[in-house]
């Protein structure tokens, strides 16, 4: 019992770094420095090994940058999207996520990111999503729909302003794509499909039609989900 005490005592030691660092890094410019490793520590009151502790979670979020040799020391940067998105996914396989619900909160945010994309007014934008559309034809195996994907997202997001939204998408393809369980999309029959889709939901966009880009990503979701639901039991009883 003394020793979950003390582990959780120094849980706590650390996790109050942790913040007390953040609030360092929040409160000045990015890619300041904060402090040197034994700054830090005589203005936290701990020691050097919770410092250093409490600066891998940092890092690990995004918040620090370890700089070493001459002029090194801690600086505070910001996390974005990508550094997120491990973390999160990170998070999520600790927790066991299963593989359909990652899908579920890709395909539910698609919803409203296709119909908000189409209600864009960036021209530039929009003839580079036209590019990519063009280079559906090329995509014939998971990696290079995987990569379409990608970019398909990045100029969406682009195009619409939606950082929580933007987050929480790329955690669940990062946490898709680096354990998936199964395919969405096997053999010719599911290459076609997706390529059906991806140029439906397209084509909707750049014809400034958001219902028909809602509408192309809401059947796109009930077609994936109903795919990945386990097979129906059958009732015993009603075979008697």
């Known amino acids: 019992?003394?020793?979950?005490?003390?582990?959780?005592?120094?849980?706590?030691?650390?996790?109050?770094?942790?913040?007390?660092?953040?609030?360092?890094?929040?409160?000045?410019?990015?890619?300041?420095?904060?402090?040197?490793?034994?700054?830090?520590?005589?203005?936290?009151?701990?020691?050097?090994?919770?410092?250093?502790?409490?600066?891998?979670?940092?890092?690990?979020?995004?918040f620090l940058e370890v700089r070493r040799g001459p002029g090194g020391g801690y600086y505070g940067v910001r996390p974005d999207a990508e550094a997120l998105g491990r973390a999160i996914s990170g998070?999520?396989?600790?927790?066991?996520?299963?593989?359909?619900e990652a899908i579920d909160i890709i395909t539910l945010l698609d919803c409203e990111l296709m119909a908000a994309a189409a209600r864009s007014k960036d021209e530039p934008l929009r003839q580079e999503?036209?590019?990519l559309k063009n280079s559906l034809d090329d995509c014939n195996n998971a990696r290079q729909r995987n990569a379409f994907d990608m970019k398909?997202?990045?100029?969406?997001y682009r195009m619409v302003d939606r950082p929580l939204m933007e987050m929480l998408s790329r955690m669940a393809m990062r946490h898709?794509?680096?354990?998936?369980?199964?395919?969405?999309?096997a053999g010719r029959e599911g290459r076609e499909?997706?390529?059906?889709?991806?140029?439906?939901?397209?084509?909707?966009?750049?014809?400034r039609d958001p219902e028909?880009?809602?509408?192309?990503?809401?059947?796109?979701?009930?077609?994936?989900?109903?795919?990945?639901?386990?097979?129906?039991?059958?009732?015993?009883?009603?075979s008697g």
């Open 176 to 185: 898709y794509a680096e354990h998936p369980e199964g395919p969405v999309y």
């Open 212 to 238: 028909r880009a809602e509408f192309e990503a809401r059947r796109r979701r009930r077609d994936i989900m109903k795919r990945l639901a386990p097979p129906a039991m059958e009732d015993d009883t009603a």
């Open 91 to 100: 998070f999520l396989l600790v927790r066991r996520t299963n593989y359909p």
């Open 1 to 62: 019992m003394m020793d979950i005490g003390r582990r959780h005592s120094r849980e706590g030691i650390v996790s109050a770094a942790v913040g007390k660092m953040r609030e360092m890094i929040m409160a000045q410019e990015p890619h300041m420095q904060i402090g040197s490793l034994p700054e830090i520590a005589r203005l936290l009151g701990v020691g050097i090994v919770t410092v250093q502790q409490a600066a891998r979670v940092l890092e690990h979020e995004g």
């Open 193 to 207: 499909r997706w390529k059906r889709e991806r140029r439906a939901t397209t084509e909707a966009i750049l014809d």
């Open 152 to 156: 398909m997202l990045d100029i969406l």
């Open 129 to 131: 999503l036209a590019v």
